[in-house]
């Protein structure tokens, strides 16, 4: 059982137009909104994850959803399913991870608090569309290219570090507590270009956007694997080209876009006729399937 298998049949139950990007777009009200939940011991541990991360990072993950297609950040509601090994001060450092993610320019407009065995997390965002232009990972196009920004797997290693607990804190450890989203990217893309375009953030993997694009596109992305960003002492570690492009809870970008416009990002690729992924990597081509990609990423369900 995957969780594209359980969208598919949510999407064709509910017959809803709406199910199947980063957000939902309600064109009527001017909005996106997206959803992102976070279970303890699947999502993140409290062994190392503290309360103020854990607020800090249940936010960033949707504010880069929102980022993702198309809007702005405006909203968000918090339910919070705590068990009673946490309590006062608990909440009182997660918000104040929450106030840091939002600034100023979002606010907390309510949500919900319950007892449960475990801490869970759900954040709905909501943002506006209001001089963007929205995204859908269906508007790839032969002849676009394919830009990226943020570096990718980074998250991924700073996991296997906290779980090996062999590493003190570094870039990679703070990269998986602390995202940085690229919501100023995001935005210049959304803000500039006018043609329908297709954007997805990394937050299951850099792969696992390529492939959803390609797929819901029905194109192919011809993709270099040297020119996709990433820190360079990753290179230091053990299969770190699989980190890179598999490795998820990175949030960068992906926006596949008419060539004519010059954005602040590297060109990793460009769109051609077919399916999937052709990969350029280590003096060969790697072509990709939907299910090669999906048999290499995180599965919930497993």
Known sequence: MREKELINIIKE????????????????LGIVVTQDSLVENVHFSLDFATPY?????????????VYAGGGEPKYITISLSLPSYTGQEFVKEFYE??????????????????????????????????????????????????VVSGHHGSSALGLKMLLSKTSEENQFIKAHLMPEIQGDFATEISKTVKEPYAMM????GLMDALSAVANES???????????????????YDNWQDLVLFGGEDYGIVAVIPEKYEVN????GYVKEGDGVCLKINGSVIKYSKKDVENKIFNHFS
């Open 13 to 28: 139950t509910a017959k809803s137009d709406y199910i199947g990007d980063d957000c939902a777009y309600l064109k009527d």
């Open 53 to 65: 991360q854990l607020g800090y990072k249940s936010v960033m993950v949707n504010f880069s959803d």
């Open 97 to 146: 991870g929450v106030n840091d993610a939002c600034k100023s320019s979002v606010k907390v407009i309510g949500g919900d608090l319950t007892g449960s065995d475990k801490v869970y997390v759900s954040v709905c965002a909501i943002g506006t569309t209001n001089g963007h232009n929205v995204s859908s990972r269906r508007n790839a196009k032969a002849g676009y290219k394919v």
């Open 201 to 204: 953030d990394t937050s299951d």
């Open 218 to 236: 029905g194109v192919c992305l011809d993709i270099d694997f040297e020119k996709i960003p990433h820190d360079k002492d990753i290179e230091n």
């Open 265 to 268: 990002a590297p060109t990793i």
